[in-house]
């Protein structure tokens, strides 16, 4: 079992930049694939970024591509969302998820439902 932290949310400027950590709590976080969803107000859960055990396998959504790079430190128990170029459109509570083993691809990486554990989410506001 997996327990789930984010940490980094706030306040920025337009342009701005801002990194999200995620710290997990247990054993062999290493196994674990890892995402971030983000929800704004009123609306659905939708992907961000996520990678594999390794971090050599990642995925983003078009949104962010090139703005957004996740990352993670397994000495750490740690995953990162660094996010450079915010926009106001990337206001939204921002949640790291965790997946075990099995299938990965970017169809399950996407899914919210395909993730068993998650944190309790770190506001974003971007200003414009």
């Known amino acids: 079992q997996v327990q789930l932290v984010e940490s980094g949310g706030g306040l920025v400027q337009a342009g701005g930049s801002l990194r999200l950590s995620c710290a997990a709590s247990?054993?062999?976080?290493?196994?674990?694939?890892m995402g971030w969803f983000r929800q704004a107000p009123g609306k659905e859960r939708d992907f961000v970024a996520a990678?594999?055990?390794?971090?050599?396998?990642?995925y983003y959504a078009d949104s962010v591509k090139g703005r957004f790079t996740i990352s993670r430190d397994n000495a750490k128990n740690t995953v990162y969302l660094q996010m450079i170029s915010l926009k106001p459109e990337d206001t939204a509570v921002y949640y790291c998820?965790?997946?075990?083993?099995?299938?990965?691809?970017?169809?399950?990486?996407?899914?919210?439902?395909?993730?068993?554990?998650w944190g309790q989410g770190t506001q974003v506001t971007v200003s414009s």
């Open positions: 998820a965790g997946r075990d083993g099995g299938i990965w691809s970017p169809q399950i990486a996407g899914t919210p439902s395909s993730y068993r554990y």
């Open positions: 247990g054993r062999r976080f290493s196994i674990y694939f």
């Open positions: 990678l594999n055990w390794s971090g050599d396998s990642t």
